[in-house]
Structures are given as C-alpha cells and as structure tokens.
C-alpha cells in the first residue's frame, strides 16, 4: 500500500518529465522513441496475460498445499489407523512439487519481461543515434543536444522498469484476490435439507439406532437405516 503508489506516482513523473524534455530539445527523436511504444505495450500485455495464468496456477497449487497439511494433521490418527502414511507423504510431496513449478514458471515469466524492456532500450538508442547523427551532420542539431537526449532516453526506460515490477506485484495480488473470492464464493458440497429440524445442544455422544452395515463383494459399504 506504501510502495505501489509510491513507485506509481514518482515513475510517471519522471516518465513525463523526461519526454517533456525530449521534445523541447528536438520533436522529431521524440518521435523516434515513442515510435517503440505499441511494441511495447503489445509485450506487456502478453506478459500480462501469460503472468496472470502461471500467479493463478501458483496461487491454487499453494492452496491444495495449504489444504493437504491441515487435513493430514487434522486427520493424523485416522491416517495411522488406516496404515495411509505413505500415500498421505506422497500426496504431500506431489503437491508441494506442483507449487514449485507452477512457482517456477510465474518467476520464468516475470524474469523475461525485463530483458524484453532492455531490447526496447537498446532498439530505441540505437535508432536515436542514427536518426541524431544525421541531424548533426547537417548542422540541425548539435551534439550536446544529442547526448543530453542520449541521456534523457534512461530516464525514459528506468521508470518503465520499475513499473513493470509494480505490474508483477499487482498481478501476484490480483491471483490472490481472486483466489480468496473463490473460496468465499465456493458453495459447500452438503446442503441443508429444506425444513430440517435444528440441532439442539450436543451431549457429547451420537446414539445409533437402528442403523446397520455390510461391506459388499466390492469393497463399498452399504447403510441401512430404520
């Protein structure tokens, strides 16, 4: 809450600023470095939507891990009774490898969308340099001018990395919002039956009467109540 707005604000100042400096020196290489920006924005939206997936994916494998410990402690006497130790251990560690790779991949994402940042960089300096020189060369820009803009083109791309990283958190809290307002949404499986008689104060006991059981051929337990 401190640092998103933070970064936010003094990024797109910065951002700002520097462009407005750039077309005080000379329109025309302004033009040449927003000339990258649909590039740009066409990578950060595929970074968006391919980030957004693996922060879901990673989001719902922690939860499975989440879920499947508090069961298993929960349920640790049952689990001893039954002899299940090593299938409860071996569902354990297949869910904590989902989440690490699905950890794994949001990461790989993310580490990409920098470099991608850094090319444009590159791409635009370049082209600066090479539409510059030629303004030099017939004496309608000088070469201060061209290195100051030279050194304007960082402060373009510096506040544009960090809100890239300001981008990666918000995803990361958006999966997690999401997730959250699906468990919050999420139906329970067993419904109350329309009319049905409210429990009174437990006594501490559950008497059965007139229930009988029988396992079949199968292995399925059959109920038989009154």
Not at 104 to 122: D, E, I, M
Not at 165 to 173: I, K, Q, T, V
Request: with cysteine.
């Amino acid at each position: 809450l401190i640092w998103g707005p933070v970064t936010l604000v003094s990024g797109g100042l910065v951002l700002l600023l520097a462009l407005g400096a750039m077309a005080r020196y000379d329109w025309r290489l302004t033009l040449v470095v927003l000339a990258g920006a649909p590039t740009l924005l066409l990578s950060s939206e595929a970074f968006r939507r391919l980030g957004l997936a693996a922060q879901r994916e990673a989001r719902e494998r922690a939860s499975r891990v989440t879920a499947h410990t508090a069961e298993s402690i929960g349920g640790m006497r049952v689990i001893q009774a039954a002899g299940r130790e090593a299938e409860s251990l071996a569902a354990g560690r297949g869910h904590i490898r989902g989440l690490l790779e699905a950890s794994l991949k949001a990461v790989r994402v993310w580490s990409a969308a920098l470099p991608v940042v850094g090319l444009h960089y590159g791409a635009t300096g370049a082209a600066v340099l090479f539409v510059g020189a030629g303004l030099v060369r017939s004496g309608e820009l000088t070469v201060g001018a061209l290195l100051a803009f030279l050194m304007l083109i960082e402060h373009v791309f510096q506040p544009v990395e960090e809100l890239c990283d300001l981008y990666g958190e918000l995803l990361s809290a958006q999966a997690a919002a999401e997730r959250v307002f699906q468990v919050l949404d999420a139906r329970p499986s067993v419904l109350e039956r329309p009319g049905a008689l409210r429990l009174p104060c437990a006594q501490g006991r559950v008497d059965f009467d007139a229930v009988s059981f029988r396992y079949n051929a199968d292995g399925t337990l059959d109920t038989t109540w009154g």
